[in-house]
Every structure is written in structure tokens, then in C-alpha cells.
């Protein structure tokens, strides 16, 4: 009964996976139905519909003035970052890695949107940054679709039938995004089913699938945010509370890989005006911008409760322990 | 950055896994539609649709004279073992585990029924085996219905709609199995999905999923298969070839338990006439059975391939490797 030592699990995960799934995403010509939708779902894989949110209001007449005027009088709750790091993984003068959240401030909708703008045609994110004050970006992610910005709702469909249907639920959350091409969301994953929806300019993901829990190097990071000084000036200010576990690796950076990293094989896509998609739970995602001829990029997302029945979380979750064993 | 060191990660996975779901099985007032059963299929968890084939041809008409008449003049093949315990682990005289597979005969069916019958209505299983010279169950598991037993196939449905729409391609195989209560099915997996329908007498599940695999103590066994001498005895005679890997605990007997043996709970579904039983791909499963009042149990089942992409069938397998590593 003797047998050849088995390979690393972690390492044998990685590679059934890469060899099982292809790196191109999938494109479906036009919205899935609920059957189709689950499919994908019960697979915990992603796909995009091109132009699938074509038609919507949203996206035929949203631009600077048309939002303006649908905002008109109205202050917003805005993450003010030096480098468009909102929620990320951050240096800090010690060169320790810690967790910093941004700097939030109600700005009224006209100045914010004409900052963006202005910052992104006087000097777009390719040339030097050094003479960038701060970055700006509507971020929150507290159904504020149906919140803060409730006169825009009725300009994008109020649920994804799809996906209501399939899931038995409504959208638990439904978020807009708006801002420049200064702000990256670092690599993250969240406990949703998400519908993301390009309205204007591009997204940029680079997804990676839960079994890649070993390439990210999640770290307990020590929690932070930013803070505005009298000058005007943005300081990390750290806080109290508990370590936030968070990936640190960058796909797209050097530093932090993992001895598993070189085996994630990420998924990338971009959405252009109209296009949909389907980021499914648990999932890492990275996401840079690209902004229209305005100077700006938006987009609204639809987030749906996961199924947290079944053998997919626990599996995911002890992915993650081994994970962690593994690299200690 | 201290922590207090984390759960052993396969014990993490068994109660996360026992926390987040029941030990009770879903009941259907009907058979679902495909979306409903791709929920099921989605989450990996079983459901019994009570008398959901009370309606077949089969369940209403199938008993011994009419099987002999639609099998006139017909032989088929048939397991044989000494105690029911075809494809089992087994000891043989030198007190080793082995995987050992029936004698396979042809038999005239009419015999084969005549057999079966005669000896479950003269001696019900609870009585000592003893007396008992072998036992005999018709289980070949290649698509025998479309086959060996075509003039049977009419009476049952030709697939499994919601399961064909859901999964998207017909059945890889249906089987028809009989036998009476001596018959026991060791527990297994199967890479299949597989809709389990009962047509005459009682089967009696013992179930775990996939995740339970530190519990189940698979090992490499020698390959064996009974032969019956000259005599008509039966002998185990060791093979040539791989290895088997093989569950070796009894989730209702004793010995070889693991350390994580006491963290599986089973769950248990005894399904009667029309009863039908989705169970899902890669569940661990044991199967017992009792006999109508002609003293057979009879039972067709619809495999249908499991799907292969996407994280599922990773994951389990690393949970299969990570047990292992466990283990040793
Ligand atoms: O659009 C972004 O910047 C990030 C989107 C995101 O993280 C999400 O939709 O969960
Ligand atoms: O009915 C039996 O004895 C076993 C059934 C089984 O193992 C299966 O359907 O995969």
C-alpha cells in the first residue's frame, strides 16, 4: 500500500480549479432567465451580458447636468482618500500595513461631481499624481439608491427580475458608484450575490475565485481612517477596534504574494456603458475606473443575500482555515 | 497580534457545516420544477418528493407475476454474495479489509423473483443468516433499463423532466434494482446526480455530504470478488489491480470510526412506493431495504452527470485531501 506522498491540498485546490474553469468569462447575448441565472450561481461563476442595461433611463440620459439637475439642492455623503485608496490596505509612517477607511464628508452633489470632472480633464490618472490634493469618490454602500439617492431610483430597474426570481429574495442592497479614474477599490470579497451595472465610463475587475483564499495574503490589519485637518490636509488617523482580516496582495502590484500566488489565475473584464455583471459571492474583486468624455464614471450595483445553506460556504470557509494554516 | 490558535479546520468544517444545516430532509408536496430543483442542486442538499411517482405504470402494476410476464423467457444479470454485501469492504480470512465484488450470474428472471421472494416470506432478515446459502440482488448499474431491461422501460418515466431542464442533458444511465431485505449497499459516492424512485417495498437511507469525508475513513483496499466454486460455495478471490478507495466506517455499526466520526450527522429518509429521493452528487450514502408482501424490493434510479466546473467539485476534493492529511 505504498503510495507517492500526496501533493500540498492548497496547491492541488489551485490547480484542479485552473484546470477546470477557463479564465475568460463568459458573455451572454442578453439577460439570463431565472434557470439560466442559477446555473451560473449554483457554480459560483461569473458572466457578463453586453449592453444588457442598455435601455435603461439611467443610462441613455445620465450625464454631469441631467444629474445635477435631478440632485439639485442636495448634499451627499463623499470618501475622501489622498490617492483614491478608500478601505484599503495602507503604509503607514512606521511602513506597518494597516486597514484605513476614508475620510467622509457631506459635499453638496454639484461640487462633487464638477470635482471629479475637473481633476480628471486637467490631468488624467496616467500623469503624476504628487500635484493631486485628494481623491473623491461616492462610495457608500448602504442601499443608498434608495436612500440618499432616491430621485435617481426610478431611472434604473428597481431589481434584477432575474435574480429576484432565482434567489427568492429582493435586492438587499442597491448602491451607486460615482468617480474618476484616481479611485481603485482594493481586492476585497463580499458575502453577496452581485448584479454591478455600468452607466458611464468603464470598470475595470480583476476577479478571482474563492478557492484562491492562499494567493491573497489576508492579514489581520489594524483599523484606521483618514481624518481632515483644519489645513485641509488628510492624516491617518488609527482606531481602536478589531483587527480587520483583508486580502494584501495585489494582482496587479508586486509585494505581499503568497507562495500560492502565483497559481490564482484571475478573471478580468471590463464594463462599458450598459454592460452587467454577475460577481458572484465570495469572490475577490479589484476594481479600477475608467471615466467618459465628462470626466466621470458611475455605475449602480444590486447585492442579494448569498445562500449560506448548503456545503458552499463551509467548503469556502475551510479553504480559508487551511489556508491560513497553511502559511503559517 | 496575538490570537488564540484556530479550530482544527476539518472540525471547523463538520460543525459549521452541522450549524448552517439539518439533519431533517426537505419534504416535497410535489415534484418540483427545474428551477426549484437547481436550488437544490445549487445548496448539494436532498429532498423526498412524497408518492411523487405514485402515478407511474410501474408503481401501480409491477409485482411478481407481472414482472415474470414482461420478462418471459428472459435471463438477467445478478450480484451474489454470501450476506448481501456486494461491492463492500469485507474481511477475508486473514483479517484484512478488502473491497470485495459480487459473483455476477445469469439467472432467468423468473427464477431470479422466484429466489428472492421464497427466501425473504420463509425467513425475514431479523432471523439469524446463518441457514442462509446466498443472497441475490439484481444491481448492475449500466443503464440496465435501456438495456438488459428495455421491455420494462415504458412503465417508468424515459427521464426526469425538471432534472433533465435543470442539468441540461438527458440521463447517463437508469437502473432498475431488486432484491429483498438480506441486500444491503455499503456506504458510497457516486459522481452522479441521481433521482432516486421507489417502486415496490421500502429503501432506507442513511446519508451524509460530501464534506463528512473525515469521517468515513476511506482506504486503499485489494481489490477481490466472490466466485462460486464447483461446489456452489461462494469464495473471495483476491485481484490483481489498483487499489479501491473506499469508505470502511458503518455509520450504524462499529469500529473503524475516525476521530471525526462523531461530528457526521446523518441524515435518514426511508422511502415507500412512489416515493422519490433527489440525492445529491457526491453524498456519502447506505442504503438497507424491506420487502412488500411478495417479499421484493424494486427501485429504478436516474443518473445524471454532476457538474464539474466551477468551485464545487475542488473543494470537495480538497476536503477529501485535507481529511486525508488529517488522518495520517
Ligand atoms: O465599483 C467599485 O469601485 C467597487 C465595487 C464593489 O466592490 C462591489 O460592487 O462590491
Ligand atoms: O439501492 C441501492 O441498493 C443502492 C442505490 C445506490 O447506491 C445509488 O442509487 O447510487
Redesign the interface.
Known sequence: ?D?TP??D??T??LT??NE??STHIDTLPSPPS??EF??F?????PFVVRGGASDWEATKTWGIESLKALLEGQSIQVAVTPHGNADSPTTNEKRELIFVKPWEEQQSFSEFIDFISAQELRSPSSSSSSSVPEVRYAQTQNDNLRNEYLTLFSHVDKDIPWAR??L?APPEAINLWIGNSRSVTALHKDNYENVYVQIIGEKHFCLL???AYACVAER?LRPASYVRKDDGCLEIKEEAGD?VPFPTWDPDGDGQETKYSDLAQPVRVTLRKGDMLYLPALWYHKVSQSTNEEGMCCAVNYWYDM?????????????R??G??ALT
Open positions: 500500500m503510495r500526496p501533493l491540498p492548497v492541488e485546490l484542479t480549479y477546470l474553469n431565472a434557470l442559477l446555473r450561481v449554483a457554480r459560483n461563476r426570481i432565482a427568492q475565485p474563492p478557492v489581520e483587527l445562500e449560506w445553506g448548503g456545503s458552499f460556504y463551509p467548503l469556502c470557509n475551510f479553504a482555515s487551511v491560513i494554516a
